[in-house]
């Protein structure tokens, strides 16, 4: 099939299934971005049987409207394998839509717009339709577009659970930011601009890492300064600036590995790329404990999320949009590693 046949084939696919449907007109098959061989990294677009929630569950029925690849998540099935088996992988954890079918039992009911990052243990939002349990679900932002929404549940989940639970400083609303400096590494990353804003928002003294071209954007979401690595090394930064409290490194290897000087004694260094013991310069003798953590879906933390940005004090980057028929550009994209924010798939093809 060329690729012209094969898009005018998705288009007839989706004129017939985008309607609002009811939870007894759910077709039997879907469209769906899959994984044919989770040891390679090669996709395809497929028509796959539409997913049903298991009874005596908190799982539900969503339709997707948008998704966002993650960086690296085509490796994770060969790397880490989920102990149980699966027979269909789907990518996209960043997910936004609408719930056709709840759970007696649940907060959400049928045409409720929500969002989640998905749990690496199921199938990510890449299709029509997909399974998420209330756990992980928290209703979207009412302010901002489907593209918008897609942009936010990994990245803030992960810079929220970075400052505010690994930390152990305690929440956004305390006091214990207030005073603090924090560096950010990879501070114009999907990750890395939610740990800027939040910070700010805390209260903290925000400093980032960022390449030149990036310095201004990493200043316009709420750094106080901005360390141009491609100008300066932290460890001669450091020197004239002084050391910070806390250092949430999103980036890893050499970044992670400077990153070390930076910090006072009994000072956080947290990162989100590897364990920092796995890079302690030579010559180091300060008294900090470095953590390595990845983040769980909690919608709690996701509702802390939605406020602050139906409140305007923060908001996600959209790098760019894709229609659910240019997939494979739109990993491209993310693998490129040039992207500022985060690329989008959208499977609402009317709105491409």
């Excluded at 490796?75 to 880490?80: C, E, Q, Y």
């Excluded at 390449?211 to 930064?237: C, H, P, Q, R």
């Amino acid at each position: 099939m060329s690729p012209v046949t094969r898009i005018a084939t998705v288009t007839r696919h989706f004129s017939t299934t985008t309607t609002k449907m009811s939870s007894t007109s759910i077709p039997a098959t879907m469209l769906a971005i899959t994984q044919p061989d989770p040891k390679s990294t090669s996709l395809r677009l497929a028509t796959v049987p539409t997913p049903k929630p298991a009874p005596n569950t908190s799982e539900h029925l969503i339709r997707i409207h948008t998704v966002s690849p993650c960086s690296g998540e085509l490796l994770w099935p060969a790397n880490f394998p989920p102990s149980t088996g699966r027979d269909l992988w789907i990518p996209c954890p960043d997910m936004a839509g609408t719930v056709v079918t709840a759970p007696e039992s649940s907060p959400f009911k049928p045409g409720d717009e929500v969002y989640a990052r998905a749990n690496y243990l199921r199938n990510g939002g890449g299709s029509e339709y997909t399974i998420s349990v209330t756990e992980e679900l928290a209703r979207r932002p009412n302010a901002i577009s489907w593209v918008s929404t897609a942009a936010i549940p990994l990245s803030a989940q992960t810079a929220w659970q970075a400052l505010f639970v690994q930390t152990g400083l305690g929440p956004v609303d305390g006091d214990a930011w207030k005073g603090k400096r924090v560096l950010v590494t990879a501070a114009s990353g999907s990750v890395g601009s939610w740990v800027v804003q939040l910070a700010k928002v805390a209260g903290a003294t925000v400093i980032g890492t960022a390449g030149t071209d990036n310095v201004d954007f990493v200043k316009s979401i709420g750094a106080d300064e901005v360390v141009d690595y491609k100008a300066t090394t932290l460890k001669d930064w450091v020197k004239v600036s002084g050391q910070v409290d806390v250092v949430i490194d999103c980036i890893g290897r050499k970044s992670l590995e400077d990153a070390w000087w930076t910090i006072k004694d009994d000072g956080i260094l947290l990162s989100i790329f590897q364990p920092p013991e796995q890079v302690v310069p030579q010559g180091y003798s300060g008294n900090v404990k470095g953590r390595f953590f990845i983040m769980q879906p909690v919608r709690e933390h996701l509702e802390g999320v939605t406020k602050l940005v139906n409140e305007g004090k923060v908001k996600g980057t959209v790098d760019s949009v894709w229609p659910v028929t240019q997939f494979e550009e739109a990993f491209k994209r993310v693998d490129s590693g040039k992207a500022r924010g985060k690329v989008i798939i959208d499977f609402d093809l009317n709105r491409v």
